[in-house]
């Protein structure tokens, strides 16, 4: 029998890039196809071509062993293959509901007008298959990142699909949305839809994937089944080399006191006390609207205080603006790299030196050679890849955009950082180099904030681990008591069994 | 922002397919139809490089806006009653200098005033400088009660209508303008803010730009490029009239967009705005000098607008 979807020979190419070379890959019916590779390899330009967002160079698609023209998302559409996009594509302005059915409205009977309530009904009944209740009269403006997450996996389920495309579902989610999310895939499996699964975390891979295709700077590398493949061979094949070890802790002897907050109010935030030391990695854990986000733009002045006290190294601060903040020796790293860190259409030069524009002026000037300078000095040290440092960063990958808000942050020489999924979206070898780079951090003395919805990851790089549940900080972990079960426990309120510890 | 990145050759091609097309049609018939005048000489160019003079210098102020994302409407109104307020004070015998700064001043206050309502009260440009439009109209007609102010001294009327090395002033001060904007632009962490906000205000905002501060500048640039036009539109025509620079705000626009600026926010150059603003002018010039109708004028005016725009994206986007 042929198989349900088939590519090959499938090129595209970029001005200064080729970024797929003779590709090849192919899908059956109920499996679930991971797709593989590190930042930029080409991944998410193949599903692109898939879903018709964009146009090939040369190559074939065929389904049910017929070619098929899919050259526009309508065509894609016809063929029953759906998409998830790895940046989002709703519309801010339009309610959870209208967005899950944009441009595919039920409506009442043979009239031309929408039927609201068959609408919101329906949008209610993919949103609670995923396990979850967001209100669908919301405006998607005002979701968290996971929660648009879970709006974009919604409209992809809402349509009677075929071929089901996810680029990087579970980025923002936290395990549990994630379990969910594999219930609902399983029960795809069983009704023969095939599933393309791209993602970074590689645990993921092994708990829901049938088989994987790995690529490499735009071309083909390996196919097998996942039973055939392990942790290290997955690694070699997207890298190119082996890594030792996936967490490179290194202990260190915290210095002085660097960050104090007192019965910290604002919002949702409930008396939050925490103190963090020059040189130490903090990780901040919790389920996602669990107010980790929310704590970090406080801190940074994104978002007002209520009550409280903060200190930065021993001086009392209350930044009422990012600027102030920045001026103030704090840096926050934003979860949501596109909408709410990089300027799309400014060059990866432009956006790495932007909050740290006096470094590179000289006298009320800016510096031209002095600011690319800078930009090729980070490019090569995190390895970004791009044709160059005027590239406009809408034209890099995922990843890549990643550490271009990264890179930005350390040019900030703040004494405190706060990363907020730093690694989301980033390959092995990459997070690899971002672990290294947070150590070399806390060994300048820089006191570091992680926040991770990945906790293995928060486990394996923090010296401690501050837990919040709705709001309020449940408890705090020494690097030692701090087990996945402990934290989880805390996560979900429960208290009473951990106690407080300072 | 590069220079040559974002210099967009459509544009150029528009201007120059238009300055072929009007030497030829008006020299070729100019002796036999009996039109007034050919286009390509010295005296013709200065003049409409003179009269587009005004638009051009609105049009640096109005792309810094676009290019944040904002708009200003109120650009025609200012320049009447920056022109107003000048005239009214000359001839209260305040002196020159004084009258001229007044009318710079009134327009550099509206722009701030625009600025300060749309951060502080986080209204829509649109909405505001709409308001800001009226207001300012109105209070021109207020001052003058609708009558033209005449007889302006002499020493006033050489800024609009007096040369230096050959040069009329208003050439000269669109020239010295544009490029201090423009090197601002491209030099200055300001002009850099300035587009970061019109691509991203919330990223902007995170990356530590002073939103607020920064869009108050940038309205009150838009302002006092107003004022200059009105003072010097006062100077040139030897009245102040306060229905002055009346629909202007479309020209100027239009010659931002023309010239590439995009309404969405984030990309532009005053390079461009200039450019557009020739096309506009040229063309204006070239319709009177052939003849056409005031009526045909505004349909060729309409479709020439759309025609220079769609080639650009064209030409940019291949
Ligand atoms: N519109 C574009 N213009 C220019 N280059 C592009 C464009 N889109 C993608 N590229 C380049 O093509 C290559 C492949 O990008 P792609 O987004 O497919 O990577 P990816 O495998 O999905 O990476 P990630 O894991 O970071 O999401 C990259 O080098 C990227 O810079
Ligand atoms: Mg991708």
Redesign the pocket.
């Known amino acids: 029998m042929a198989p349900l979807l088939q590519m090959s020979g499938i090129r ?1 190419e ?7 070379q003779d590709v090849g890959f192919e899908l059956r019916s109920g499996e679930v196809h991971c ?1 593989l ?12 071509i898939l879903s018709g967002a ?1 146009r090939r160079d040369a190559g074939r698609i065929m389904i049910d062993g017929v070619d098929a023209v899919v050259d526009t998302p309508a065509d894609a559409q016809r063929h029953g293959i759906g998409m998830i996009y ?1 940046d989002f594509k709703l519309v801010p302005e339009l309610s959870v509901a209208e967005n899950i059915f944009l441009g595919n409205e039920p409506t009442q009977g043979r009239l031309p007008l929408i039927d609201y309530s068959l609408m919101h009904e329906r949008s209610r009944e993919v949103i609670a298959m995923l396990g979850e209740s967001i209100p669908t009269a919301a405006q998607v403006r005002g979701l968290s990142i996971a929660q648009r997450q879970i709006v974009e996996i919604a409209k992809a389920l809402s349509k009677k699909v075929r071929v089901l495309a996810m ?2 579902p579970t980025a923002p989610l936290t395990e549990h949305e994630m379990k969910n999310l594999f219930k609902v895939i399983r029960r795809l499996k069983e009704e023969g839809v095939g599933i393309i699964y ?1 993602s ?1 975390r590689l645990e993921e891979i092994f708990e829901i994937g049938d088989r994987i295709t790995v ?1 490499r ?2 071309t083909f590398v390996h196919s097998c089944l996942v039973a055939e493949a392990d942790k290290r061979s997955l690694v070699r094949w997207m890298v190119g080399r082996e890594l030792e070890q996936e967490y490179p802790k290194i202990p260190l002897d915290r210095g002085g006191e660097l960050l104090r907050i007192e019965h910290l109010n604002a919002g949702m935030l409930k008396d939050i006390n925490l103190t963090l030391y020059q040189g130490e990695i903090l990780g901040l854990a919790g389920l996602v609207g669990a107010g980790r986000t929310e704590l970090a733009r406080v801190l940074f002045g994104a978002d007002p205080r209520e009550s409280g006290r903060v200190t930065l190294g021993g001086k009392e601060i209350a930044p009422r603006s990012p600027r102030e903040a920045i001026d103030a020796g704090i840096g926050l790293l934003t979860e949501d790299r596109n909408a709410y860190g990089l300027i799309m259409q400014m060059s990866v030069r432009e956006n790495i030196t932007l909050s740290n524009l006096k470094e590179v002026a000289s006298g009320p000037f800016l510096s031209r050679s002095a600011e690319s300078a800078v930009a090729e000095r980070f490019t090569s040290e995190l390895r970004i ?3 160059g440092i005027e ?2 960063v ?9 550490k271009v808000v990264l890179a930005r942050w350390l040019f900030t020489k703040s004494s405190l950082l706060i990363f907020d999924e730093p690694t989301a ?3 092995v070898g990459v997070k690899f180099e971002i672990y290294q780079l947070i150590n070399r951090l806390a060994q300048e003395g820089v006191g570091v904030i992680v926040i991770s919805s990945d906790l293995p990851e928060l486990l394996g790089v923090s010296d401690r681990v501050a837990v919040m549940c709705e709001g309020r900080l449940t408890g705090i972990l020494s690097r030692q008591e701090a087990t996945q079960e402990r934290v989880m426990l805390l996560a979900s309120g429960e208290t009473a069994l951990e106690g407080f510890r300072g | 922002m590069p220079v040559l990145k974002t210099m967009r050759f459509g544009i150029w091609l528009a201007l120059l397919l238009e300055v072929l097309l009007l030497t030829i049609l008006t020299s070729s018939f100019g002796g036999s139809s009996g039109f007034e005048s050919t286009f390509l000489n010295w005296s013709n160019l200065s003049q409409v490089i003179r009269a587009l003079s005004f638009i051009a210098i609105m049009g640096v102020g109005q792309a810094v806006v676009i290019i944040t994302g904002g708009i200003d409407l109120s650009v025609g109104s200012v320049l009447g009653l920056s022109g107003v307020v000048t005239a009214v004070l000359l001839n209260a015998n305040v002196g020159t200098p004084a009258a001229v700064l007044a009318g710079v001043v009134v327009g550099l206050f509206g722009g701030i005033l625009n600025g300060l309502v749309i951060t502080r009260a986080k209204l829509p440009p649109f909405i505001v400088t709409l308001g800001m439009m009226s207001i300012a109209r109105g209070l021109a007609f207020a001052i003058t009660g609708g009558e033209t102010i005449r007889s302006l001294p002499p020493g006033f009327l050489l800024i609009g209508q007096g040369e230096i090395l050959g040069l009329p002033i208003p050439i000269l001060a669109m020239a010295l303008l544009a490029a201090t904007v423009g090197f601002l632009l491209r030099s200055t962490p300001w002009g850099r803010y300035t587009y970061a906000i019109g691509g991203n205000e919330e990223a902007a905002l995170l990356s530590g730009v002073s939103v607020h501060r920064v869009k108050i500048a940038v309205y009150a640039l838009c302002g006092l490029a107003a004022g200059i036009a009105g003072v010097l539109f006062t100077s040139r025509f030897g009245v102040g009239q306060s229905t002055a620079g009346l629909g202007y705000e479309l020209d100027v626009v239009a010659a931002a967009v023309i010239g590439g600026v995009s309404l969405t926010g984030g990309r532009g150059t005053i390079l461009g705005v200039i450019i557009g603003s020739l096309l506009m002018g040229i063309l204006r010039n070239g319709l009177v000098l052939l003849d056409v109708s005031a009526y045909w004028q505004q349909v060729a005016i309409g479709l020439v607008i759309v025609l220079a725009v769609i080639l650009d994206r064209r030409t940019t986007s291949s």
Not at chain 1, 394 to 402: D, F, P, W
């Open positions: 595209k970029y001005p200064g890039v080729v970024a797929l797709l590779g590190e930042n930029g390899a080409g991944k998410s330009t193949l599903m692109k964009i790895q680029d990087e791209i970074h690529l700077d735009g890849k791009t044709p590239q406009q809408e034209h890099l990958s995922g990843g890549n955009r990643q979206g980033i390959d």
